[in-house]
């Protein structure tokens, strides 16, 4: 395998040309300002910004040994897929999802004992579905090696052992709705995922 390094601007670029990356005054979910707002499904929209952001991924765990890629739905389903089509051979590309709350393989889908496991994930803030996905194939007796997302929005809070590779490192900054310095300069704010967006 002989992958090109992906570097931070080139990612962004494909975040902002998607309309991943969006770049304004934004009401967030959680109440609260700011002059960023990412959805990483519209970078995944395009497989060729998919495929070449999994590459990179890929080539950072290209000599672990990894047999199989696993990633919790649904954001890590694409990555998992993109990832594990890079690492080439027969690596497997599987996904965990909820059932009963609970992350679970469905589908089929198995581990086998002692296989070396790379866990993906589009998106991380606090890593919670991540950490589940990897409890799961401890539990299942799998070899995590590490984990690989696109983007690590924790500002590098979250931290998995043995190691964790980030494509895009981003720091969201967000402002209380009563002291945001974009309201103060008379922007109106947009609630991101509404018609007028683009
Ligand atoms: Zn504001």
Known sequence: ?????????EA??????????????????SGR?????????????YP????RLGEELARRYKDQGVELVIGPAMGGIIVAQEVARALGGKVRSLFAEREGGQMSLRRGFA??????VLVVEDVITTGGSVQEVVELVRSLGGEVVGVGVLVDRSGGEVKFEPRMEAVLQMHIVSYPPDDCPLCSQGLPAIKPGSRNLK
């Open 111 to 116: 581990i086998e004992p002692g296989e070396k």
């Open 48 to 51: 060729g910004y998919a495929s």
């Open 1 to 9: 395998m002989d992958i090109k390094e992906l570097d931070q601007s």
């Open 33 to 45: 300002h700011s002059n960023q707002y990412m959805q990483c499904a519209k970078v995944l929209q």
């Open 12 to 29: 962004m670029e494909m975040f902002r040309d998607s309309g991943a990356l969006l770049e304004g005054h934004f009401l967030l979910t």
